[in-house]
T-cell receptor, first 113, second 112 residues
Framework: TQLLEQSPQFLSIQEGENLTVYCNSS?????LQWYRQEPGEGPVLLVT?????EVKKLKRLTFQFGDARKDSSLHITAAQPGDTGLYLC?????????????FGTGTLLAVQP | DAGITQSPRYKITETGRQVTLMCHQT?????MFWYRQDLGHGLRLIYY???????DKGEVPDGYVVSRSKTENFPLTLESATRSQTSVYFC???????????FGDGTRLSIL
């Protein structure tokens, strides 16, 4: 069974701080997605990274795909209370069954005002 | 634009009972998925469907049954509920093989 380990599992920070969330695996993925999930709602896609070493920015969020396509990171600059939520990474396999994703264990972020 | 809706949002039932969770999407997406979300496990795929009348097992299919007679509906049935199936269940859909998945708001299921 393939695993995507996320760290840290929980993170509580003050507004304005920076943070990084990591998503690691021993498997190679053809692409990797990051989702944010708020209480009582389903996950919402933030970004998809496809190329090894790729960096994508979404306002204060920076996503990077590892060169070997086994890991990814999410960096948030100057966190705000609106960033609070559960962050999930999800990898898609090379040659795997159609559109099946392997989800990470999640990082629960709380940004205190 | 209704999107993807799940019903019920909350359900309490007893062990041994049959329960069906509904998922309906208005986009005519080809692919639909069922996941369960549990602490420490993230989201795990139960079943998925590439089109009407085509379904396949995911990572944790035991104890679940699905059907897809119409493109827009993808019900998930627990034939004889067990306490280990207490979870939050999410349905998702995507337009095609390499497009993002869009999730419903989930059904919180408690089995006593």
């Amino acid at each position: 069974t393939q695993l995507l380990e996320q760290s840290p599992q929980f993170l509580s920070i003050q507004e304005g701080e920076n943070l990084t969330v990591y998503c690691n695996s021993s498997s190679v993925f053809s692409s990797l997605q990051w989702y944010r999930q708020e209480p009582g709602e389903g996950p919402v896609l933030l970004v998809t990274v496809v190329t090894g070493g790729e960096v994508k920015k979404l306002k204060r969020l920076t996503f990077q795909f590892g060169d070997a396509r086994k890991d990814s990171s999410l960096h948030i600059t100057a966190a705000q209370p609106g960033d609070t939520g559960l962050y999930l990474c999800a990898g898609k396999n090379y040659g795997g069954a159609t559109n099946k994703l392997i989800f990470g264990t999640g990082t629960l972020l709380a940004v205190q005002p | 634009d209704a999107g993807i809706t799940q019903s019920p949002r909350y359900k309490i039932t007893e062990t041994g009972r049959q329960v069906t969770l509904m998922c309906h999407q208005t986009w005519s997406h080809s692919y639909m998925f069922w996941y369960r979300q549990d602490l420490g496990h993230g989201l795990r795929l139960i079943y998925y469907s590439a089109a009407a009348d085509i379904t396949d097992k995911g990572e944790v299919p035991d104890g679940y049954v699905v059907s897809r007679s119409k493109t827009e509906n993808f019900p998930l049935t627990l034939e004889s509920a067990t306490r280990s199936q207490t979870s939050v269940y999410f349905c998702a859909s995507s337009v095609s093989e390499n497009q993002p998945q869009h999730f419903g708001d989930g059904t919180r299921l408690s089995i006593l």
